[in-house]
C-alpha cells in the first residue's frame, strides 16, 4: 500500500497542468485541497498550486462556498493578501495557482514564544491594511487567524485563505451575516450568538484575538471545554499579561469589546498613535488609480496622451447605450438601473464636452479632481481625497452618431457610490444642462439622423 501511495505522490509530482505549470513538492494540505509548489514553465516563477477534488466539494455541497473563494480572490488585490494568478479546472479537479509565500505562517513564529511589540505591531499594521482594503469592497474574511498568515521571503505579511469569506451581497434584510463560521478560540461573541453580526466588526475582533497572541504567545481565551470558552468569549474575560504595554493592553481591550457596537473601529483604529509608531506611509493604490497615474506613480495629468481618434457608434453599441433610440431624456438610467452610470445626448464638439467637464473637475467643491484626457473623446477624473472605498474615479467618453450629434457616456470607476451619486447630483448634472440636447421640442435644433442605418 505504501508502494502504491508513493507511486502516486511520483506521479503527481511530475504532472504538468494545462500545458503551463510543472507540480513539485506538497507544500500542505486540507480537509478538501492539497497545495503543491509548482513553477510556470513559460516565466520559471514558482506558484503555490491548490488542487480541489471536484467529486468531493459536489459532495459534501461546498460548491459555492469554491466560487466565492475565487470570486474573492479576483476582487481583493493588495501587497498583504496573496494574489490569485489564474484558476484552471479537468473534469476531476480544480486548480488554483497563487503567489507563492516562502516564509511559512506566522504561527509557526509565534509557536517559538511571544513577538517583540515592535515585530507585533508590524504584522499588525499590515493585517488592518489588508483587512479593511477588503472591508471596503464588502469582503469579510470570517476566519482571520495566524495559520492563515503567511509571511514572504521579505518578512511581509499575507493573509490567506478565503474559503469562509462572505460578500455585503449575503447581508439579509436586517443587514447583518447569519453563518456561523470561523475558528473557535478566534470567532467573534456575536456569531456564536448567532442573532446576526457585522462582518467588518467581527474580523476587527478576530484580530484583537491575533495581536493578542502575537503580544503574549497563547490565546487570551483558554479553555479545555468548549462550551466554557465560549462562555468567556461572550463576556470578554481574559486577562493581558503584565510585559503589555498600557497602549497596547489599550487596543486589545478595544479590540476584544464583547459589543460589537462599542468596539473600535477600522478607522479609529487607525488613528491611535500606538497604530501609527513607525508606520510605513505607502498607501496601497487601487487598480483604477494605477490605471489612471501609471504604476510608476508618475502623476501625470492634463496632458494628452496619443492621439484617439473620435469613436462611431455600430449598432451594438446604440443598443448598449440606451433604452432603444429614444435619448430625449437628459440623463437615462443603463439597463440595469445601475446610479454609476449616466449618458446625455448633445450637439456640441467634442471638445467642447471635455472642457466642460474639465471645467467641473478643477471646480468642483465636492471634490478636487486631477483630470487626464485622453485622447480627442474621452476624459479621466480621479479624486484627490481618499473617500470612504479610496479615491473616486470617474470616466467620461464620447461616441459619433452622426457628424453633429454625439453620445456622452459617463460612469464611475471607483471608489465609493455615494459619493459619486454626491457629485453628479450637485455639480456635474447641473453644470451638463447647458450643452446637453434634450428633445426635439427644445430651442436647440435636432440634430440630423445618423448618416447610415445600421443593421443589426
Not at 502623476?299 to 440606451?322: C, M, P, Q, W, Y
Not at 471635455?354 to 480621479?382: N, P, Q, T, W, Y
Request: with cysteine; charged share 25%.
Amino acid at each position: 500500500m505504501e508502494k502504491i501511495n508513493n507511486n502516486k505522490n511520483q506521479e503527481q509530482r511530475a504532472a504538468v497542468i494545462n500545458g503551463k505549470y510543472k507540480v513539485g513538492r506538497l507544500l500542505g494540505h486540507g480537509t478538501f485541497a492539497k497545495v503543491y509548489h509548482a513553477r510556470n514553465l513559460v516565466s520559471g516563477e514558482s506558484v503555490a498550486m491548490k488542487v480541489v477534488g471536484k467529486e468531493k466539494v459536489i459532495e459534501v455541497g461546498m460548491t459555492e462556498q469554491v466560487k466565492r473563494e475565487i470570486s474573492v480572490m479576483k476582487m481583493v488585490k493588495h501587497p498583504n493578501i496573496v494574489e490569485l494568478h489564474e484558476v484552471m479546472a479537468s473534469k476531476s479537479k480544480i486548480y488554483f495557482a497563487m503567489e507563492y509565500v516562502k516564509g511559512g505562517e506566522l504561527f509557526n513564529k509565534i509557536s517559538k514564544g511571544r513577538l517583540q511589540e515592535s515585530n507585533a505591531r508590524f504584522y499588525f499594521q499590515q493585517l488592518i491594511s489588508a483587512i479593511d482594503f477588503c472591508h471596503s469592497r464588502g469582503v469579510y474574511h470570517r476566519d482571520l487567524k495566524p495559520e492563515n498568515l503567511l509571511l514572504d521571503d521579505k518578512g511581509n505579511l499575507k493573509v490567506t485563505d478565503f474559503g469562509l469569506s462572505a460578500f455585503a451581497d449575503h447581508l439579509k434584510q436586517d443587514g447583518l451575516l447569519h453563518t456561523t463560521c470561523g475558528t473557535p478560540a478566534y470567532v467573534a461573541p456575536e456569531v456564536i450568538g448567532k442573532k446576526g453580526y457585522d462582518g467588518a466588526k467581527a474580523d476587527l475582533w478576530s484580530c484583537g484575538v491575533i495581536l493578542y497572541v502575537l503580544l503574549a504567545g497563547f490565546l487570551p481565551f483558554q479553555d479545555d471545554n468548549l462550551v466554557a470558552m465560549y462562555k468567556k468569549i461572550y463576556k470578554g474575560d481574559f486577562k493581558c499579561p503584565p510585559w503589555f504595554s498600557s497602549e497596547s493592553r489599550r487596543i486589545v481591550t478595544k479590540l476584544l469589546d464583547p459589543n460589537p457596537s462599542t468596539r473600535i473601529t477600522t478607522a479609529k483604529l487607525m488613528e491611535t498613535p500606538w497604530f501609527n509608531k513607525s508606520l510605513q506611509r505607502n498607501r496601497v493604490r487601487t487598480k483604477e488609480e494605477l490605471e489612471f497615474y501609471g504604476n510608476n506613480g508618475d502623476d501625470e495629468v492634463l496632458r494628452d496622451g496619443k492621439e484617439k481618434e473620435k469613436e462611431t457608434l455600430n449598432a451594438f453599441h446604440i443598443i448598449s447605450l440606451s433604452q432603444g433610440f429614444d435619448l430625449s431624456p437628459l440623463f437615462e438610467e443603463s439597463r440595469k438601473g445601475s446610479k454609476e452610470e449616466m449618458r446625455f445626448a448633445t450637439t456640441t464638439p467634442a471638445s467642447g464636452v471635455i472642457s466642460k467637464l474639465e471645467e467641473v473637475a478643477r471646480g468642483s467643491k465636492v471634490m478636487k479632481f486631477d483630470v487626464k484626457k485622453r485622447g480627442e473623446c474621452a476624459v479621466r477624473m480621479m479624486g484627490q481625497v481618499i473617500g470612504r472605498k479610496g479615491k473616486l474615479g470617474v470616466a467620461a467618453e464620447i461616441y459619433a452618431m452622426a457628424p453633429a450629434f454625439s453620445v456622452v457616456e459617463v460612469k464611475k470607476e471607483g471608489g465609493d457610490t455615494l459619493e459619486y451619486n454626491q457629485f453628479c447630483s450637485e455639480e456635474l448634472r447641473p453644470a451638463l444642462k447647458d450643452i446637453a440636447w434634450t428633445s426635439c421640442s427644445s430651442t436647440q435644433t435636432p440634430p440630423p439622423p445618423p448618416s447610415s442605418t445600421a443593421t443589426v
